[in-house]
């Protein structure tokens, strides 16, 4: 439990700092705005890897989950017993 609350802490602790310095993103010299990219860019990001890579990204984990499915288990590690066996 004291874990949960010291991460909580943490990240409250880093939320605070980051508003404190809105709207810069380097303190007092760049704003939010002025660091963006072009409108361009951010269309290319987004059909590119948003709506192209990510879903194949994801058929690509199904696939392989269903493919080695079964296929792993768990099974007590016997070399490890064998070579203290062995010395």
Known sequence: M?????R???Y???RTLA???????IPFVI????ASAPQSSLWFIFW???VVVFPLMLLYTVISYAVFRGKVGKRPNTDIIEFQANR
Do not use: E, H, K
Not at 2 to 6: D, I, K, P, Q, T
Not at 19 to 25: E, H, K, N
Not at 31 to 34: A, F, G, N, R
């Open 8 to 10: 909580t802490d943490l």
């Open 2 to 6: 004291a874990v949960l609350y010291g």
């Open 19 to 25: 508003l404190s310095f809105w709207p810069y993103m």
């Open 12 to 14: 409250i602790g880093i």
């Open 48 to 50: 590119g890897c948003g």
């Open 31 to 34: 704003t939010v705005d002025q």
